[in-house]
């Protein structure tokens, strides 16, 4: 039986780990070519060379233009067309009290975070109106788009306007048939969670659990299958949208979970407090 992404291809930057390796390989999965695009040119390489024929590596660093257009060439050039892109790349960001902030870390983490999104969005849109079948442009977001203390200032505000431009393009593109949508992971377990922890796997997949009213740690696998769907034709009908795989952890006031004498799972203040040195 033919995958739900059969003969499509994807390009899918920060892609050497974490989200983006587990959304290359479910994308395989079912049935997509997928060119691998990061920095982490060894992991990357690694990961394709897993994925047989169905992927390529390209060393793109997305906080520049022309290395996001690249992915797509690539994409045209090595499997004959181009469906999809993932704006998946990020990381932590600049730290810090407002009051002291420094602006070079604020841009920098805007250019991974944000630029990054706009890159990918306007180079995609461009080669899939000029394909003229439709397509989907998809980005990482965040629980951090949805509110604050999550992560830090840069962070999140970065990710408060993913989910402005996915809405604003959305409507735009949606006479092409090429449809705009963001997902909103809660506390996954990756390297970048790992490190912001400073802990390993096991103890990362406790905390993302104890984060969870559904006591679950959410691994790169549950976020891939909301790409998944939202590459497929499955979701033909819906674009502009921020699908959240959290486990529940936005889905109650933040005072109700501190009244739950069983349930135990942070609160946004509790992941402040996890995440203030970030
Ligand atoms: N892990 C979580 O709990 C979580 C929660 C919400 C959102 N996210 C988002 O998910 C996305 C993926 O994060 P992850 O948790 O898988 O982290 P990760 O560190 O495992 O993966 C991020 C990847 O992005 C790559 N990258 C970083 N800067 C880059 C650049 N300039 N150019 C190209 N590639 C670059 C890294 O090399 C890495 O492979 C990020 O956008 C992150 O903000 C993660």
Redesign the pocket.
Known sequence: MAGRLHDKVAVI????????AATARAFVDEGARVIV????DE?GETLAASLGGAARYLH????RETEVAATIAMAQQSFGSFDCIVN????IGGAGSIATMDAAHWHATMA??LD?AFFGTKHAAAALIARGVGGSILT?????SLQGGLGAHPYTTA?HAIVGLTRSVASELAPHRIRVNAV?????V????MGSLGADADETAQRSAAASPMRLPTF?EEIARAFVYLASDDARQVTGQLITVDAGATAAPSVSRYHDGVSRFLGPAELAERFRSL
């Open positions: 930057t920060g892609a050497a780990g974490g989200i983006g695009a990061d920095v982490q992991r793109a660093d997305v906080t998946n790349a990020g990381l991974t975070l990054s990482t977001a965040s629980i951090a990710k909103a992971p809660g506390f996954v990756t390297p970048l969670s790169p």
